[in-house]
Nanobody
Framework: VQLQASGGGSVQAGGSLRLSCAAAGRTFGSYGMGWFRQAPGKEREFVAAIMWSDDSPYYGDSGKGRFTIARDNAKNTVYLQLNRLKPEDTAVYYC????????????????WGQGTLVTVSS
């Protein structure tokens, strides 16, 4: 099983990025796919999640209003669109898969990608 996160980079405040998470190695049809982020010295934080089987996203406080999660079943890929970025959004962003569906706690996730770094400068 492999989750490959990509799309991170360095942007100025107010800019946008689109993160991608490509899933391979098994069928994730009944799984929830989530995005988390972790800033230096801080705990891993839930950003957003979505099921492969429906279009109902769920957002944590950090993801509401500026971020959008979406999926492309044909490509086995989940996206996280980051808009109006702020310096406090700087973190490593991780994608993960949970057999529990839409989950908000890291320990509820079974598989993790390697992370992609987002750096937002002021």
């Amino acid at each position: 099983v492999q989750l490959q996160a990509s799309g991170g980079g360095s942007v100025q405040a107010g800019g946008s990025l689109r993160l991608s998470c490509a899933a391979a190695g098994r069928t994730f049809g009944s799984y929830g796919m989530g995005w988390f982020r972790q800033a230096p010295g801080k705990e891993r934080e839930f950003v957003a999640a979505i099921m492969w089987s429906d279009d109902s996203p769920y957002y944590g406080d950090s993801g509401k209003g500026r971020f959008t999660i979406a999926r492309d079943n044909a490509k086995n890929t989940v996206y996280l669109q980051l808009n109006r970025l702020k310096p406090e959004d700087t973190a490593v962003y991780y994608c993960a898969a949970s057999s529990k569906g839409v989950a908000v706690l890291p320990h509820e996730y079974d598989y993790w990608g390697q992370g992609t770094l987002v750096t937002v400068s002021s």
